[in-house]
């Protein structure tokens, strides 16, 4: 089998046995990068070649004075465009940091650096993350793998998809309401986003603090949790991360079903505009994991209607205030065309970000805007409170949630570019997790007829990564969706 098919596990275990070398690694996925991208355009920037096959042919030279190789060693990784990297340039898919090269890696970045992980490129997004299918990037859209006419979600689409096309064995994605799972579903991946503070945002580029998170994109659960190992834990370089303990994360697939566990099943999730193939393969998967064991029970997380309004006042209320950094003195782009500073600092904010984002920057303003906030902005923080409470209470009577993660398969690139409501509505069902806090992953479950993937989501409670990747790994080993492709042709 051709070695960019393999999961990071599989490759990792080759790597380890000495069956293939880390040149012989990078060499196949260049390869295949080069015979793919040009269809897919998953990445903004592909590192450069030269120096990468230097990198690995060191790594194999020095290998025999290691006594023991690292779970990430000579593993090509992408990482999303809003994440730093030292020395290469992070757009965060905006003019504004066309140019931008940071000086300092993110910590997570410092993480797969010092397991001898290669960064093999970064990947295309929405604008500063702000989107659900990729589309509003300055460098033009990323195409969904299994259907070039379609979207692959987003924001973190280039990832997800870069993923699927076996452009790289595993991706860092960013998750604000949505942005891992919803695109991982659409490209029929797998998507974490961890628990609010369990990952280091040192060096994330920031859209919403209080919801930002990264996390893994890849082939299957056992690879997530391989790298959320390597992600997690508290970093003194970013006071919301959290000081809790960090299991060894693989360690919950020793149990391979659900038995004795209880699994919430949402009404609110499966009401109106959910799409009825989606809901059948959602309700099949409820079956398989009644057959592992599961006790199945109706839950009820009755704010869940209120999400979208909630989220889309503070998303872009804070979106507002940490974008306002960006006005031609520091970072990136300075307009050319000004007379005097406010002239420049407008310009240059006229120039460097795209119509989403000034529609995200206006909305925050406004609610944040005197006379607007205690009306807008105070209360979407006590319903944010209201939708935490929620899942609090089902939490006390079942272990976790499943739900689906997109009303419907994939949709056609620019079929919602004109609606941004229909845009903010493909991320119903992932918005609750962000605003509370919780882990939740997305894993395929099926297809459409049009050959297009279907996700289905795992809530946890916080900190309890361990359940649902437990009943995710169960889930995917009991089924076969895992076997099946994208048809995408190579040149
Ligand atoms: N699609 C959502 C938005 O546009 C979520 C994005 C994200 O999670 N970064 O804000």
Not at 145 to 174: Q, T
């Amino acid at each position: 089998m051709s070695l960019v098919k393999l999961t990071l596990r599989e490759l990792q275990e080759r790597f380890t046995r000495g069956e293939v070398s880390a040149f012989e690694i990078v060499r196949a996925y260049y390869l295949r990068i080069s015979l793919v991208e040009a269809k897919v355009k998953a990445y903004v920037t592909v590192n450069d070649k030269e120096t990468v096959f230097a990198e690995a042919q060191a790594l194999d030279k020095e290998l025999k004075a290691w006594r023991k190789t690292l779970p990430l060693m000579a593993m090509p990784v992408a990482i999303k465009d809003n994440i730093c990297t030292a020395g290469m340039r992070t757009t965060c898919g905006s003019r504004m940091l066309e140019g931008y090269v940071p000086p300092y890696d993110a910590t997570v970045v410092q993480a797969l650096r010092a397991q001898r992980c290669v960064i093999i490129g970064k990947t295309n997004l929405d604008e500063f993350a702000m989107g659900s299918s990729t589309e509003h990037s300055a460098f033009g859209p990323t195409r969904n793998p299994w259907k070039l006419s379609h979207v692959p979600g987003g924001s973190s689409g280039g990832s997800a998809a870069a993923v699927a096309a076996d452009e790289c064995v595993a991706a860092l994605g960013s998750d604000t309401g949505g942005s891992i799972r919803q695109p991982a579903a659409c490209c029929g991946v797998v998507g974490l986003k961890p628990t609010y503070g369990r990952v280091s945002r040192y060096g994330l580029v920031a859209f919403a603090s209080s919801l930002d998170q990264i996390g893994p994109i890849t082939k299957d659960v056992m690879d997530a949790a391989i790298l959320l190992n390597i992600l997690a834990g508290r970093d003194p370089r970013d006071s919301t991360s959290a000081d809790v303990p960090v299991p060894d994360f693989t360690r919950a697939f020793k149990k391979k079903d659900v038995k004795k566990l209880k699994i919430g099943v949402p009404v609110e999730y499966f009401g109106e505009g959910l799409d009825a193939e989606v809901r059948e393969a959602v309700q099949a998967a409820l079956e398989v994991l009644e057959q592992l064991g599961g006790e199945l029970q109706e839950v009820s997380l009755p704010h869940t209607n209120v999400a979208v309004a909630t989220y889309y006042l503070l998303a872009t209320a804070e979106a507002s205030s940490n974008l306002a950094r960006y006005d031609g003195v520091k970072y990136g782009l300075r307009s050319k065309h000004h007379q005097d500073l406010l002239e420049m600092y407008c310009r240059t904010r006229q120039e460097g970000f795209g119509p989403e984002v000034k529609r995200r920057i206006m909305l925050g303003t406004f609610a944040l805007s005197r006379g607007y906030y205690e009306a807008y902005y105070a209360k979407a923080q006590a319903v944010r409170t209201l939708i935490t409470q929620d899942f609090d209470t089902a939490f006390q009577s079942v272990d976790f949630l499943i739900t689906p993660v997109m009303p419907t398969p994939a949709f056609r690139l620019g079929e919602k570019l004109d609606d941004p409501l229909q845009m903010y509505l493909a991320d119903i069902y992932t918005l609750s997790a962000s605003l509370a806090g919780i882990p939740a992953i997305a894993i395929p479950c099926g297809f459409s007829r049009q050959g297009l993937p279907i996700g289905i989501q795992f809530m946890g409670r916080p900190f309890e990564e361990e359940t649902i990747l437990r009943a995710a790994r169960a889930y995917e080993l009991a089924t076969q969706w895992r076997q099946k492709r994208p048809p995408i042709r190579e040149k």
